[in-house]
């Protein structure tokens, strides 16, 4: 986390957590969720429903990509979000928290999104087909334009692939997809 980032919070340490305005799809991009966009529907759903309409705009700017993803992490719940000085923006995730880059053979070395090198513990293919890495970092998909050097090292036998349906990931890796979802939920019972 950014040294100014840390001085904000500690000089506003109740600003009010957002949700809905921030969104990482299945390819590591960064989307700004506007009223708009989050009237047209969930984040999780934006591409299934046919209608872009709730994935809002994506974001360009690389200093405030690099700022994002340089302040991205999870609380105790699994919900990750960026700390944008003293204010947690929660994160609609598309698919997972993070997206896996993976370079070519012999290393297939593993890179976030956000630039952070991991290494491997486990790998999971869903019923889609879709390949997962658990890491050092936490978990996340194979990023689509990378799948051939994923299946290399499938093939090598570097990795060494589990079943999971795709509707159990959440729990069982700890992450949330929808925090805002949560949120509202968990305001409706108290």
């Known amino acids: ?86 204010q947690r923006v929660y994160v609609e995730l598309e698919a997972t928290p993070l997206i896996w880059r993976i370079d070519v053979a012999p290393g297939f070395a593993v890179t976030a999104h956000t630039g952070q090198p991991a290494r491997v513990q486990r790998c999971i293919v869903d019923e889609h087909g879709r390949l997962y890495l658990d890491t050092d970092l936490g978990f996340g998909l194979v990023h689509t334009q990378d799948m051939a050097c994923a299946a290399d090292a499938v093939e090598q036998g570097l990795w060494v692939p589990d079943e999971l349906p795709t509707r159990d990931l959440p729990v069982r890796f700890g992450y949330v997809r929808s925090p805002q979802l949560l949120q509202k939920s968990s305001g409706m019972r108290l």
């Open 1 to 86: 986390m950014d040294d100014i980032v840390r001085q904000a919070i500690a000089k506003w340490p109740n600003v009010p957590n957002c949700y809905g305005w921030l969104g990482l799809d299945a390819r590591g991009n960064w989307y700004m969720r506007d009223d708009k966009a989050q009237a047209a529907g969930p984040f999780t759903s934006a591409g299934t429903s046919g209608s872009l309409a709730g994935k809002g705009s994506l974001l360009k700017h690389d200093k405030l990509i690099d700022f994002i993803q340089r302040n991205y992490e999870s609380d105790a719940g699994g919900q990750w979000f960026f700390q944008n000085g003293p």
